[in-house]
């Protein structure tokens, strides 16, 4: 059975040997910036690998920002990036944050990593502020790609050490019942920022420049990765 060790040592193994070949360009946060607000006054990433992210809310102007990752690698890497940064080596079910502390989370395609991705969902709604915006970035299930492909190819690269994969239905499902509100779902379109691939413009890269032109036609239940924009319910909407 895979255990947090497991998986934190495969990724603690993994940034030693890529380091920062995994960071993805700024240009792939773009359509995450436009769901948070200018008023987030404390944002957590959850599951923020090496900071890419943390930095461009940093450049910002955005302050009070915090992190979490299973690898200890990943937390060295933000610590040198943004020494101000509250980065801590956690997993993502149980956080050593206080209840309500964060006004917004990320949680960027991580969550389907989690070996309790309810209780990851819970725990984030746990630490977030009643009303607060938590964006949850999740691959789907359904992916119109993988429907050509050998059932054993779904999924990503992280695969060999945890991931579980859910409809976009289904994901929906349980950030609802998680105690969100969800307010809206976007077809991810960063996943065409690889910086390999803009580095490279390999076959690889045009097949993506196809599907992103291509991707305001596809429905959501069938591309690659969807974003979920969900808010807290306040504690006496459930009374």
């Known amino acids: 059975m895979t255990t947090h060790k497991n998986v934190s040592d495969w990724y603690d193994r993994k940034y030693r040997e890529t380091g920062d070949q995994t960071r993805r360009s700024v240009k792939a946060f773009y359509q995450i910036m436009k769901l ?32 979490v990752d299973i690898s200890e690698e990943a937390i060295k890497g933000v610590k040198q990036l943004l020494p101000d940064c509250d980065a801590r080596v956690s997993t993502g079910e149980k956080m050593p944050f206080a209840d309500n502390q964060f006004s917004l989370i990320t949680c960027l395609g991580v969550l389907e990593h989690f070996l309790d991705i309810d209780g990851g969902l819970n725990e984030m709604n746990r630490i977030l502020k009643e009303g ?103 504690r006496d909407a459930n009374e």
């Not at 008023?39 to 940093?58: H, K, P, T």
């Not at 691959?139 to 050509?148: C, D, E, Y």
């Open 132 to 234: 607060g915006k938590a964006i949850i970035m999740v691959p789907n299930k359904n992916f119109i790609g993988w429907i050509f492909t050998k059932k054993d190819h779904k999924g990503t690269q992280q695969k060999e050490i945890s991931e579980t994969l859910y409809s976009v239905s289904t994901w929906k499902h349980k950030i609802e019942t998680s105690g969100f509100t969800v307010k809206n779902i976007k077809a991810d379109n960063g996943f065409i920022y690889n910086n390999r691939d803009l580095k490279t413009k390999n076959l690889k890269y045009f097949i993506k420049r196809i599907l992103f032109i291509l991707l305001p036609l596809i429905p959501n239940e069938l591309v690659y990765q969807v974003i979920f924009e969900s808010v807290k319910i306040p």
């Open 36 to 67: 948070i607000p200018a008023s987030a006054d404390s944002i957590l990433d959850v599951g923020c690998g090496r900071g890419e992210f943390l930095e461009y809310l940093n450049n910002k102007g955005f302050k009070n920002l915090a992190a």
